[in-house]
Structures are given as C-alpha cells and as structure tokens.
C-alpha cells in the first residue's frame, strides 16, 4: 500500500537572479486510501509543491525529504517519478503541437507499464475510458491539448490518470475551468481511480465544490510556504465562509480566489 511522506521540504525557485524560499517547511504524509484537500490563498506555494514532488527542474529542495515506499523521490528522475507511481495533474496541462492524444497515451503508458500495451486491449480500453469521461473518440488524434478548451485540457489529465494507474496522484486544481457538468464527470473520474482504495490523492482546490464529489479524508491550510492547520471537511466549509485573514493577517488574503 502507497505511502508518500513529505518531511521538512524546504524548496527555492530563481527569481531575478536570487533563489527565493518559497515552500519553508512542509510535513505531509498521504496513505494509500486517503484523500488529502490542499487548500490556502494564492502564491501561497501549493503548485510549488506539486512542481517540486514531480521534480521540475526549476524548483531546488534545499532541505528536506520526500519519499514514496521507502525510495527515495528526490534522487529519481521525472521520468523514474512516474514509473513508481507519481502523477501530476497540473493546473496549466502544456499543449504538444504534432503528437497525438492517442499516441502521447500509448507512449506514456508503455513507460509506466514498462511494456507496450496490447494493441487490442488497448484501444477497447482508451474508448471506454474516453466514454466514461464524455470525451468525443475525434479527440484521439488531436495533438495534445493543442486548442483545447480549459475543460477539455482537464478531462484529458484525468483520463491519463485513469490509464496510467499511479500510486498517488497531485491534482493541482483540477477543477478550475470546469463547468458544473463537467465537475461531476471529472469528479467522477477521479473517484472511479479511488475506488480501490489503494491509491492517495492530493488534491489542491480553491474551491470546496468539488469538494462535495470528492470526499477529502483531511483538508490542510496551505500558508506562506507551509501547512498552518489540518482538519476534517468542515475545516473547508470554514475557509469558505471565513476566508484566510486568519492565518495571512491581511484582508486581502481574507477572500477566497
Ligand atoms: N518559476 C518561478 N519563478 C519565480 N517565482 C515563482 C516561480 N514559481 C513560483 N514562484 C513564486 O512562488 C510563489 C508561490 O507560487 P505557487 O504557484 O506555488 O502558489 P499557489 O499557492 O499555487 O498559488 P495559486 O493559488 O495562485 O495557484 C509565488 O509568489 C510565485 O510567484
């Protein structure tokens, strides 16, 4: 069973010339079977967070440690990051002009299986996953989120979730940009993942509706850099009706984005 654990992760990013500590101290564990809601107001560090878990280049741990079973996250390349279980869903998908969706899949699922998927099985599976995601097949040979709607970038990240089958998956809003129908197929996609039980999620949101189709088992008050309180779901109810002057001590902070 999947745990991630984040310990003490310190990470800077090179602004203008000079690093700049974003991410001052973040303590995190997500089980297999949990679902963590990351919420907290604007350049507070949540991407930052997911950027530097699925190892981007441009975000330096400086301290800390992050690791999935035991290994050792941090030394892996993206590329071992996915192969052990790590996915990303992130909150601006890049367009990929000249590959197609179904062959960005295939090529994706083939490194993470480790083996190139059985052309039949494979197909029957993309349809039925791109059916249960309302996702039109013609999309299969488009290239990859080139002109796509904000929507359809978001049900594409959720479909590679369903075929690519990680440990735990960060879904860094994943729901910004959906419309309510939307919401609830993706939302259901992600809980169809879920099902087994077996896998964590880290959800970052700003919003707690989706909240009400994703059931989190523990909502986090991201801060300045660092988880500043943890709760249960009513601990979202409040963040939505009290905002976060609490815990940045100004007003404008106070209103949810
Ligand atoms: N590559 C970068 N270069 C310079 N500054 C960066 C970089 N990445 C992040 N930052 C800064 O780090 C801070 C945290 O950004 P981050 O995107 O992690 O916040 P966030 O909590 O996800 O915000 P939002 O809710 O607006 O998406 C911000 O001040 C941002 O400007």
Redesign the pocket.
């Known amino acids: 069973m999947a745990t991630l654990e984040i310990k003490d992760l310190h990470v800077s990013?090179v602004?203008e010339d000079a690093p700049?500590e974003?991410l001052k101290g973040v303590d995190l564990t997500i089980k297999a079977g949990e679902t963590h809601a990351i919420m907290?107001?604007?350049?507070?560090?949540?991407?930052?967070l997911s950027y530097a878990i699925a190892g981007h280049p441009?975000y330096t741990i400086t301290s800390g440690t992050v690791t999935l079973d035991g290994e050792d996250v941090l030394e892996m390349s993206v590329d071992e990051r996915a192969r052990a279980g790590l996915f990303l869903a992130m909150?601006y998908p890049v367009e990929v002009p000249g590959v197609s969706m179904s062959n960005f899949l295939r090529t994706a699922a083939t490194a993470v299986r480790g083996e190139a998927p059985n052309l039949r099985h494979w197909v029957k599976e993309v349809k039925g996953a791109m059916a249960d995601l309302d996702i039109d097949p013609a999309f299969a040979e488009r290239s990859v989120n080139e002109g796509f709607s904000g929507g359809e970038k978001k049900r594409h990240e959720i479909l590679q979730l369903g075929l690519l089958q990680p440990k735990v998956a960060i879904l860094d809003?994943t729901d910004s940009g959906l419309d309510v129908d939307a919401l609830r197929v993706v939302s259901e996609g992600v809980n169809r993942f879920k099902a087994s039980g077996e896998v964590g999620v880290m959800l970052i949101t700003?919003y707690t509706r989706i909240l009400k189709y994703i059931e989190p088992d523990f909502v986090h008050v991201?801060a300045n850099g660092r988880i500043v309180e943890s709760g249960g779901r009513e601990l979202a109810d409040q963040l939505e009706s009290e905002g976060y002057v609490k815990y940045t001590g100004t007003k404008e902070a106070a209103a949810l984005?």
Do not use: R
């Open positions: 990013v602004s700049k974003i907290g107001p604007n350049g507070s560090g949540k991407s930052t441009k909150q809003e700003h991201f984005s």
